[in-house]
């Protein structure tokens, strides 16, 4: 299968399973903020979503790219470090021009998974999990205020949404790139949309993750 | 303005591809600023030579930015400091009195050290015969305006066809990968009409060798297009991806 033994191929599952999660990133940043509006139209998202069959098989296919693209990270970093060779550079310099997020994706990566773990265990562990176990859960404002009421939460999430703008930031235009969608003219353009998009939904998610603490903890 | 400059050079030694390797440290006096980086390298080696010791093994030939002997990592970049040149087009005026300057191999799983300085860069040339070439029908050769070509396409292709297969992509990339190389030798044809006609078969060939070879994958760092000293483009990476998926998707 040449998506998984050539490797054009293996960047190609990285491409369409990382901008998949770009794609959901945005969509949560969205419905978040609701939140910021009203939180009774909020409460009416989580309870639509729930742990209705097609919220599940959302969730699934989730995973599923997450899980997809995590296992091709580690693979690839695996294979570039052996393609590096034993010996590493005495002297390294990074020429102009190469982004920093570009040559560290996979401690970025990590990092966004680790916060995502924490992220998971206050909200998805208690909202939909319990559901699906047939336990009675609260409304979605109820889990909001059970995290954003205590303040060390505020530093561990922006550091989150900053790690995740520099691997957007990357992410996003690497994808084109790789997809082959990209010339002299629409490499730039890939990078400033890249740019705008990562930017976009760090400051929705900040603003949104500030606003939380600003009413539930404040 | 030339002046003489004295200097610390700090120069990767091996004795073969399976002895290991060391940093020896040489002092360098009075080396006067118009002097090429080989040729302050020559000096050195004759200091060692009337020393009695074995002299510094490194690839060069032209000594005029054309052949892609030279491969000298110069200061943590290929080719040296400079951009947009080979080693033997690095003068000494770039460096300053009191530096040490570091000298190292290409280093990649895909050129294994020789000796010293040299790494054996057969896997370019493996790559190039698995399709980098066009097949031709003997006989008498067509005339030059019967194939309409547009400026931009042989613009293009000219620029791609530049690449000297130095390798500089390859150890400027952190991945050891030989994108920028391949993406250089399948766009030269790819952009042709002569070259189209065995586009499919070229790309998948090529890639394939070059990931049978253990060159890295590819990660969009732009640090290959950024040392190169033919300012090959990172576009052609693009256009390789593109060739390779349609090709694959035609199968």
Partial sequence: MWLTNSSVGRK????????FLVLFVTFHALMNAVALISFEAYDA???????????VLGTL????????????????TFQNRKARGNNRYAVNARPKNVEWASQNMLVLGIIVLGVMVLHLTQFWAKMQLPELMGD????????????????WVLPIYLIWFAALWFHISHGFWSAFQTLGTANDKWITRWQCISKWWATIVFILFAVEACYFIWFFAL | METNISFKLKVW?????????RFETYEMHDIPTDTSFLEMMDILNEQLIEKGE???????????????????????????PATGATTCQLYMRRFHDGDTITVEPWRSAAFPVIKDLMVNRNAFDQIQQAGGYVSFQTGGAQDANAIPISKEA?????????????????????NGSAMLFLSAKVSQFALLPQGRAEAKRRVKAMLAKMDELGFGNCTNTGACAAECPKNIKLSNIARLNREFLCAKCSD
Wanted: proline fraction near 2%.
């Fill in chain 1, 12 to 19: 190609v599952v990285m491409s369409v399973t990382g901008l």
């Fill in chain 1, 45 to 55: 998202i989580c309870e639509f979503l729930g742990a209705n069959w097609y919220a």
């Fill in chain 1, 61 to 76: 296919i989730l995973a599923g790219g997450f899980a997809i693209h995590i296992i091709f990270a580690f693979i690839l």
């Fill in chain 1, 136 to 151: 009675h859960v609260m409304n979605g404002t109820f889990y909001l205020k059970a995290t954003f009421s205590q303040l």
């Fill in chain 2, 13 to 21: 030694r091996q004795a073969n591809a399976h002895a290991e390797g």
């Fill in chain 2, 54 to 80: 074995e002299p510094v093994t490194f690839d060069h030939d032209c000594r005029e930015g054309i052949c892609g002997m030279c491969s000298l990592y110069v200061n943590g970049h290929p080719h040296g």
């Fill in chain 2, 154 to 174: 042989a613009d293009e292709a000219m620029d791609s066809a530049t690449c000297i297969g130095c390798g500089a992509c390859v150890a400027a990339c952190k």
